[in-house]
């Protein structure tokens, strides 16, 4: 019997040749991807200590500027309720949209410098690469909204832990469901001019046509129309319920400032309306994968 010995043993000149292991894949390497995704986008946003000041200058301009300066006009209309609280769940809403969407812009940068592919071609399935990018961008959004929510008591909204739990749910969803749309129009562009272009031409209608800076009652019938197509309002009119719920307001500046979210006259329960914004989340997490499964 004869025994085969490798020729870089008896041959001392020639270079010993590596053994390559390649991991497994697996539920486990595909959640060790999204943990590992996911970090990444905490790293980042603690880092850039500047992003986290400038995200704070729309809301106050929103809250202090344009809600004080308006308040001449609508002075009786709100009746016990400030304008500047009747914005503050918009405004919220605001921070976590933009917030959320500059999460995955982000990944346009990571395309122009190649860390998207290096990510890409890892033993791990694509999906569970999109789903740490979204659960980073949400977490991400959701604490950028809480540092907003601490300027609460300056606008007469209380720091009950209740309010401040449930709307950190309520942020977190939304951010999810913004992130995950965010990637899907991320997945076509390469260059980030481009990118910021598109991301401003959408974001605007999805603001105004929400809600935010306005009550949903006695709308036009095509803004009504509009309003109850777009998924973001059903996201921010549960973060209105809940600041509406834990303020001192009478019942004709409740049923004036924020009446209930109706379909064809049946007014939709909070959970559903959490639903919609879930549901819609999911679906554009699905088409993400898809798109990046054929994009790159």
């Given at each position: ?5 490798p ?12 053994k390559i292991?390649?991991?497994e ?9 999204v ?20 995200a704070l200058?729309?809301?106050i ?22 304008l500047?609280?009747?914005m503050?769940p ?7 949209l933009?917030t ?17 592919r ?9 999906s ?5 990018k979204?659960?980073?961008g ?11 929510l ?8 209380p ?23 965010g ?7 390469k260059?980030?001019q ?13 603001m ?5 800076l ?7 019938r095509?803004?009504?129309?509009l ?6 309002t059903?996201?921010?009119h549960?973060?209105?319920?809940v600041?509406?719920a ?6 004709t ?12 006259g ?6 559903v ?24």
């Amino acid at each position: 019997m004869t025994t085969t010995t490798p020729a870089s043993a008896t041959d001392p000149s020639r270079p010993m040749v590596a053994k390559i292991r390649l991991p497994e894949g697996g539920a486990a390497q595909d959640l060790r991807a999204v943990k590992v995704v996911w970090q990444r986008e905490m790293i980042r946003f603690s880092q850039d200590r500047i992003r986290i000041v400038t995200a704070l200058v729309q809301p106050i301009l929103y809250v202090f500027v344009l809600g004080t300066g308006l308040s001449s006009l609508t002075k009786g209309a709100t009746g016990d309720v400030s304008l500047r609280t009747f914005m503050f769940p918009g405004v919220l809403a605001l921070s976590v949209l933009f917030t959320a969407m500059f999460s995955a812009v982000s990944i346009v940068w990571d395309r122009e410098f190649g860390f998207l592919r290096e990510m890409l071609v890892a033993p791990v399935r694509r999906s569970a690469i999109i789903l740490g990018k979204c659960l980073g961008g949400a977490t991400v959004a959701a604490i950028q909204g809480l540092i907003v929510l601490a300027l609460a008591g300056l606008v007469s909204v209380p720091y009950s832990p209740i309010m401040l739990a449930t709307l950190a749910v309520e942020m977190l969803l939304l951010g999810f469901t913004v992130t995950a749309f965010g990637l899907v129009i991320a997945a076509r562009i390469k260059q980030m001019q481009a990118m910021m272009g598109l991301m401003q031409m959408i974001l605007m209608p999805l603001m105004f046509l929400s809600g935010v800076l306005y009550p949903l009652a006695g709308l036009p019938r095509w803004l009504n129309v509009l309003v109850h197509i777009n998924p973001i309002t059903y996201a921010v009119h549960p973060l209105r319920l809940v600041v509406f719920a834990h303020i001192h307001a009478s019942a004709t500046a409740v049923a004036r400032l924020n009446p209930p979210l109706t379909w064809w006259g049946w007014p939709v329960p909070t959970l559903v309306q959490l639903a919609v914004v879930a549901a819609t989340g999911m679906v554009f997490l699905w088409v993400a994968v898809l798109e990046f499964d054929r994009a790159d």
